[in-house]
């Protein structure tokens, strides 16, 4: 009643072709007739995706398992109906976020609770200058100018305690460059608060710092 909006009343002793659309049902029915004259399973007992129609004439997309059993010599199909209509809209969700994440000129690096990497965006990969690939399996720490920074234990800590973490870290480039990166970093947990996933979004700060310092250098000239 919940996923089709038609009332149990409204359906009992009615053709099941009412839940689906025309093109849908017609192919149902000739799987059915094939199966109970030739025994060709078709869709039973093998579970499929398609569409549903519901009473107000709206589409959406559903799990269908049918199987058969029998009440004495009398044939009864059961039908178990899963509505996909959130699943594909969180899948739809997680496609835009991870184009709007592909795009992004910050980079983005997700790696496990130890810090190793699992996925960078391009602009990761830029900022590093290197390839993605070569960045999937290595520490986060090990891509740094000093795995043993202070700043690694405190970043670590405050993950581990529930907390983000933003500061700037030397890290290391692919050619040997080394520049100061900015880099805000969090963590995704599971139901009982424990990490499963950390997130850092990163930039290359370098001019960043050198506009300040330069600015701080103005400002020191302009009040001698």
């Known amino acids: 009643e919940r996923i089709f909006g038609w009332r149990r009343e409204e359906v009992l002793g009615q053709s099941i072709n009412r839940l689906m659309p025309p093109g849908v049902a017609a192919r149902h029915d000739e799987s059915i007739a094939r199966y109970l004259a030739t025994g060709e399973a078709g869709i039973i007992g093998i579970g499929r995706e398609l569409p549903g129609m519901r009473r107000d004439g709206t589409m959406f997309p559903m799990y269908l398992a049918i199987s058969e059993f029998r009440v004495g010599q009398d044939r009864r199909f ?4 899963h509505d996909l209509s959130d699943l594909r809209e969180a899948e739809t969700g997680l496609k835009e976020f991870k184009r709007i994440i ?9 790696a496990t609770p130890d810090g190793e990497l699992v996925y960078v965006n391009p602009a990761h990969a830029r900022i590093f200058r290197t390839e993605a690939a070569s960045l999937i399996g290595r520490r986060f720490h090990d891509i740094l100018d000093d795995p043993a920074a202070p700043e690694i234990e405190e970043l670590m800590r405050c993950l581990h305690e529930g907390c983000g973490w933003q500061g700037i870290l030397q890290a290391r ?9 900015h880099s805000m ?21 370098s001019e960043e710092l050198q506009s300040r310092e330069a600015l701080q250098a103005a400002l020191v000239a302009a009040e001698k």
């Open 78 to 81: 059961t039908g178990i109906v």
């Open 102 to 110: 592909e795009a992004s000129d910050q980079g983005v690096g997700v």
């Open 173 to 181: 480039a692919a050619d040997g460059t080394v520049f100061p990166l």
């Open 185 to 205: 970093v969090s963590a995704v947990r599971d139901s009982e608060g424990r990490p499963t996933r950390i997130f850092n979004i990163m930039y290359d700060c």
